[in-house]
């Protein structure tokens, strides 16, 4: 499967633990985005990279949210100290960039995040 | 700020209907366009992208089109099938970075 790849699909977490999820783009592209998804509402920026460089973060992105792409390949986002709020769905995409490119974003299958 | 809507909320068709779904943005200074498709608890998946040089994109029986200067896309489906039951969201890429989401449109189609 060469499509963009997401783990775990599931974590059920106790309030205050952290939790990290991966995401592994598609090889060839160049761009990896994060979304977060709540019930009933379309999914919201967060953050995204170009190769290893984090070029922009979202106001959602408080400071208990972490991400990372060392080496420009897969990427991680952590959540330390969990809150019910931070329940929803993550979902990371990828997409070529540069001159030319037609920019189209893919989508993993997302990972569902409940703190109970 | 980029925001983006979609009408209507929720739609129920009979098989075989052909249908409309809308998408408006506020922000005319658009990268692209793109449609995608989200059935429960599953992430999305890509159905057009339109760039903002063209006016419409064709994809076995969807078809959508994109008039920037009102800050309009519709997404066409024809000859509904209930496995085209799903959530359709529309997306727009602003300055090259991140999508901004309409809130989708819930599709079901009755056999």
């Known amino acids: 499967d060469t499509g963009v790849s997401q783990d775990p699909r599931h974590k059920i977490t106790k309030r205050g633990q952290n939790v990290t999820f991966r995401c592994d783009p598609i090889s060839e592209h160049n761009r990896l985005y994060w979304y977060r998804q709540t019930l009933g509402q379309g999914p919201e920026f967060l953050t995204y990279f170009q190769n290893e460089a984090q070029l922009e973060k979202s106001r959602l992105l408080s400071d208990r949210f972490s991400a990372e792409r060392p080496k420009g390949s897969f990427s991680t986002l952590e959540i330390q100290r969990t809150e019910q709020g931070d329940s929803a769905m993550y979902l990371c995409?990828?997409?070529?960039w540069g001159e030319g490119a037609r920019t189209e974003a893919f989508f993993g299958q997302g990972t569902r995040l409940t703190v109970v | 700020k980029q925001e983006v809507t979609q009408i209507p909320a929720a739609l129920s068709v009979p098989e075989g209907e052909n249908l409309v779904l809308n998408c408006s943005f506020t922000?005319?200074?658009?990268?692209?366009l793109q449609w995608f498709r989200q059935d429960p608890g599953k992430g999305l998946t890509s159905l057009l992208l339109?760039?903002?040089?063209?006016r419409e994109q064709t994809s076995g029986r969807l078809n959508a089109s994109l008039d920037k200067s009102s800050g309009r896309s519709t997404l066409y489906i024809a000859a509904s099938q209930p496995g085209d039951s799903a959530t359709y969201l529309c997306a727009v890429e602003t300055s090259g970075s991140r999508l901004t989401f309409g809130e989708g449109t819930q599709l079901t189609v009755n056999p």
């Open positions: 339109i760039q903002s040089s063209q």
């Open positions: 922000d005319s200074a658009i990268y692209n």
């Open positions: 995409a990828s997409s070529p």
